[in-house]
T-cell receptor
Framework: QKEVEQDPGPLSVPEGAIVSLNCTYSNSAFQYFMWYRQYSRKGPELLMYTYSSGNKEDGRFTAQVDKSSKYISLFIRDSQPSDSATYLCAMRANAGNNRKLIWGLGTSLAVNP | NAGVMQNPRHLVRRRGQEARLRCSPMKGHSHVYWYRQLPEEGLKFMVYLQKENIIDESGMPKERFSAEFPKEGPSILRIQQVVRGDSAAYFC????????????FGPGTRLTVT
């Protein structure tokens, strides 16, 4: 079993839809949870990160962490064609040698005008 | 403020040749990470370096692969005697400190081994 599981999609939605992207993980030591966006032929860029459980909102994006279920989500409201990209979750532990990021495979999202 | 720079963007090598991938971190960043990305495997950590030090190379194959980040100049990922299985996108990221959660990625180098 992989440490981080993410459905690769592809996910196709109409413009304006609410998008829900998810990852599950198995390592209870993970404390930091990140969402990256990667456009085709580009490097990933960090959208937002959360520490431990809870929600975080940034504009149209909301990240949620449920540590009890080992489940994280990224919601995109009022999705736009420019949101079409691959979304990667990544996570890491807090200290020691386990600080390296562990990545999901990424979910490919297409927002259709 | 220039972002992370990687060159070349595309590299074609024949089996058995050497590949050298370069990464210039963002100004003020002294921590560099190398990743490899394959469609079916996602992004895989290879190595984490600070200036003149390899901090964590647990994701890098023991043979044929090496990395350095000298006091002056870019970080280099070197792959000797390339094989077809080395074909992938290689990304470099940088951060200002080890504690910093935000890693800034370069555009990647796409290596094709023929």
């Amino acid at each position: 079993q992989k440490e981080v599981e993410q459905d690769p999609g592809p996910l196709s939605v109409p413009e304006g839809a609410i998008v829900s992207l998810n990852c599950t993980y198995s390592n209870s030591a993970f404390q930091y949870f990140m969402w990256y966006r990667q456009y085709s032929r580009k490097g990933p860029e960090l959208l937002m990160y959360t520490y431990s459980s809870g929600n975080k909102e940034d504009g149209r994006f909301t990240a949620q962490v449920d540590k009890s279920s080992k489940y994280i989500s990224l919601f995109i409201r009022d999705s736009q064609p420019s949101d079409s990209a691959t979304y990667l979750c990544a996570m890491r532990a807090n200290a020691g040698n386990n600080r390296k990021l562990i990545w999901g495979l990424g979910t490919s999202l297409a927002v259709n005008p | 403020n220039a972002g992370v720079m990687q060159n070349p963007r595309h590299l074609v090598r024949r089996r058995g040749q050497e590949a050298r991938l370069r990464c210039s971190p963002m100004k003020g960043h002294s921590h560099v990470y190398w990743y490899r990305q394959l469609p079916e495997e996602g992004l895989k950590f290879m190595v984490y370096l600070q200036k003149e030090n390899i901090i964590d190379e647990s994701g890098m194959p023991k043979e044929r692969f090496s990395a350095e980040f000298p006091k002056e100049g870019p970080s280099i990922l070197r792959i000797q005697q390339v094989v077809r299985g080395d074909s992938a996108a290689y990304f470099c990221a940088s951060s200002p400190s080890r504690e910093d959660l935000e890693q800034y990625f370069g555009p990647g180098t796409r290596l094709t081994v023929t």
